[in-house]
């Protein structure tokens, strides 16, 4: 496939023959759209994505047809605030109501089930203690279920279930979707960041989330095909989108060196 030494072996037919899997990274997640952009251009056309956290944005938005200049463009001149809103904490420090209103301003599609791509959004059930996915349900209240960093956002109660953060339990979604597809690509662009941690309850829970992430994405690393990394973007912090557009072009240059390397350049 593609002229590329894939470890396909002898495997059955799939109901999907390319499947990509997104991991979290807050802002870094743009990283994601900058690595469709580079598969695009090779010829490797995903048929069903899924995204954790901010996988799952990019996941929605490009399985809505919005390509990733238009994605980087639509949170480049916004802050942290204008997402979320300060609650007075008891469950979380900050609400996702105001990310899930940009969520419907900008996706014309309401339903996972009614994008043109097959998509799923993975999250963690917070009270049973299970991933969960969702390849139906409203958008705004999945993708910000699959968002929700404990601690940091209050959980999103849906149905009376309260969810979180799909990194939670596994940063890389590769196990929804590996047995659904006969070739698996996986982009993780969740590296551990560098630095001084502040003795602040929100800088550790972000770096507590960071550091059992990078730990629980290693076995579904090991479920892909093709895997992506962009360790690089390690420099740049997780609510900060200032360095998007940086993001969105090293995702993009990573993910071509990776096809280069291999003899594959665009179409």
Known sequence: MFGLDFKLGSRPKYPYKVGLALSGGGARGFAHAGAIKAMLEVGLKPDTVAGVSAGSVVAVM??????????????????????CEWKVPKDGFFS????????????????IEELPLRTLVCATDFDAGRKVVFDKGPIAECVSASCCIPIVFQPVVMDGV????????????AWALRDDCRFLVGVNCSPVSHGVVKDNIVQIAMRSYELMAKNNASHDMELCDMLVRTDEIAQYKVFDLKGIRRVYQRGYDDTMAFFRSRGVEPK
């Open 62 to 83: 490009h399985a809505a047809g919005i390509p990733g200049d238009e994605m980087v463009d639509m949170f480049a001149d916004l802050k942290f605030n204008d997402l």
């Open 96 to 111: 996702l109501e105001r990310f899930q209103e940009f969520l419907r301003k900008h996706i014309k599609y309401r339903r």
């Open 162 to 173: 309260r969810y979180v953060d799909g990194g939670v339990l596994a940063n890389l979604p």
